[in-house]
């Protein structure tokens, strides 16, 4: 008997060590981000698939909301600072944007990031406003930016209105006295993890987050006592996040209404297209008191049972689970964990997108954490949903609403017989734009800032290697201190030293003969035509220019000389 207790005791003491073992064990994920982006097994089968292309430029004729404000505001400002007060500059209130730092983070580059240097990332959150012949963009929840300093990259999600779609972007060499170039991202790598092709952010309390005291703690420390990084307060409330989380949720259901309008409605859907925007109308005119239960509402309903997939339309999962790295390293739990994992230093893993290799190598995030997992679908909408409505209604600023009051006596009945006798090809199987069907319904030819493309130059893809200077060393100064701002700038006007090849490029800026008298430094500092002498002078490359100038007079000389000297100013 004796003997017999010793084994069970033995026996049990095994069981529960080995319970120890399975629960203090992190599973981790084995998704490889170089395998799931050569995966070609996704199902592309309903009109949204057909009409939005999942290829990595844009659609011809269309770019994205990043590009736009590039191209209008004369190119790509740097540092970070500028750019991100070039966004707040296009809010009619001039109010910082939404920001929060991440200095431990899940993405391509988390191994670039860490307390000193967190990822900054950053959401535009405001909406334009209309004026006489003129509409305002509206990029709350439709911009995103995400910048690793060590990494000399920011990521850019912003979406294209025409193509109804988000772009992925990298501004890629983005640092002092480098040449920035702005590309189109491999769309296959960015969706292993933003699977709904939209944006995705943790969920509550966020702790990764800046907005948490002891991170944005650790981060001050980092950076001796510092109060701010890249322009942005360190020390954030909990409200950051969670209003950055909720923008996410805005943009994420921005594809989904793009689906319920051509997928829900299907190819001959005009009726129920135009029926689901009288409905947004009458939605956002007055959600409160807006009838589910309408006549109209059944009529939608009817209509959508005809067409809508069998398997519904489902809504990504844009939430990650909550992720929480200063409790990784804490209690008997993360002593174990770092037994069976390695810590990642940092300047590991990919120093940009592309290096999906040096991604791989480092260690992998348990499976319910990690964004490469498939994540279920948030939810599932049937043909029983209206979903479609209050999705369109989002398209709408509240601008966009007092605009249509003001052409029918702001009585909503008016504005939905405006709606009834729009053209039927109209509500044709194509994405929904919401300039489009403003003009339509104002009946007339407003302006906008956001959708025509032909003073744009054309779009790059990344991986296209930069211009390798040496048949023509004359083109070196023009690298340094010129082709920050006009080599690859999205407005077509000022990108005059485009070129694949060397010869393509002297060719193009001979072609310029202006630049003879922007470099003429000599003859016009000082004078009323100053401001058109270049680089700039709040510019990274008028600095480093002025400093070379002083070293060698001819510097400038030189330059001009490989302009011919046609013309005045």
């Known amino acids: 008997m004796r003997i017999t207790k010793k084994i069970g005791l033995s026996l049990m003491v095994s069981i529960i060590a080995l319970a120890m073992v399975l629960w203090l064990k992190p599973q981790h994920s084995d998704a490889e981000i170089s395998q799931l982006a050569a995966s070609t097994t996704s199902k592309k089968s309903g009109l949204y698939d057909q009409l939005v292309p999942a290829s990595d430029l844009p659609p011809a004729g269309t770019r994205s909301l990043f590009d736009h404000l590039m191209a209008q505001n004369d190119g790509l400002p740097y540092p970070f600072e500028k750019l991100v007060k070039l966004i707040q500059d296009q809010d009619p209130k001039a109010e910082d944007p939404i920001s929060v730092m991440i200095p431990h983070g899940r993405s391509l580059l988390k191994a670039q990031a860490n307390e000193q240097h967190p990822r900054v990332l950053i959401a535009a959150d405001f909406q334009g406003e209309n004026k006489a012949n003129s509409l305002g963009a509206t990029p709350r929840g439709q911009l995103f930016l995400g910048f690793v300093e060590q990494a000399n990259e920011i990521e850019v999600l912003s979406f294209n209105e025409a193509a109804g779609r988000f772009e992925f972007q990298l501004v890629q060499n983005y640092c002092k006295g480098c040449v920035p170039r702005i590309v189109y991202a491999r769309r296959a790598i960015c969706t292993t993890c933003h699977q709904g092709g939209g944006p995705i952010f943790p969920q509550r309390p966020w702790n990764e987050t800046n907005g948490q005291a002891e991170i944005a703690a650790s981060i001050q420390s980092a950076r001796s006592g510092d109060l701010h990084y890249m322009g942005r307060t360190i020390k954030q409330p909990l409200s950051s996040p969670e209003r950055f989380d909720q923008l996410t949720d805005l943009g994420n259901f921005f594809n989904v209404t793009q689906k319920l309008w051509l997928d829900g409605c299907g190819v001959r859907g005009n009726d129920c297209r135009r029926l689901m925007l009288k409905l947004a109308l009458r939605y956002a005119d007055s959600p409160g008191s807006f009838d589910e239960n309408s006549v109209d509402a059944k009529q939608l309903l009817k209509l959508q049972a005809q067409t809508f997939p069998t398997q519904g339309i489902s809504v990504p999962e844009s939430d990650l689970f ?113 300039v489009n069907m403003m003009r339509a319904l104002l009946n007339q030819p407003s302006t906008y800032c956001c959708l025509d493309t032909s003073e744009m130059s054309p779009p790059v893809a990344t991986g296209v290697p930069p211009l390798a200077i040496k048949k023509h060393p004359a083109l070196k100064p023009y690298e340094e201190y010129c082709f920050a701002c006009h080599r690859g700038n999205p407005a077509k006007r000022l990108n005059f030293m485009a070129g694949a090849t060397e010869d393509e490029v002297l060719a193009n800026i001979q072609n310029k003969v202006e630049i003879r008298e922007a470099l003429d430094w000599s003859r016009y500092a000082g004078t009323e035509k100053a401001s058109k002498l270049m680089p700039p002078e709040d510019s990274v490359q008028y600095q480093a220019m002025k400093e070379a100038v002083a070293k060698d007079a001819a510097v400038l000389t030189r330059m001009r000389d490989v302009v011919p000297n046609l013309f005045g100013f």
């Open 322 to 434: 909550n992720r929480d790295p200063m409790a990784e390293k804490q209690g008997l739990k993360g002593w174990w964990r770092s037994l069976w994992t390695r810590d990642i230093k940092f300047g590991e893993g990919a120093k940009n997108n592309e290096d999906l290799a040096a991604f791989d190598q480092l260690p992998k995030l348990p499976v319910r954490l990690d964004p490469l997992t498939l994540r279920p679908p948030k939810q599932v909408i049937t043909s029983q949903d209206l979903a479609g409505v209050y999705g369109l209604a989002s398209y709408f600023s509240e601008a966009d609403l007092a605009s249509l009051g003001a052409v029918t006596g702001f009585n909503v009945a008016t504005l939905e017989r405006k709606v009834d006798a729009l053209p039927n090809a109209l509500f044709d199987a194509k994405p929904f734009v919401r």
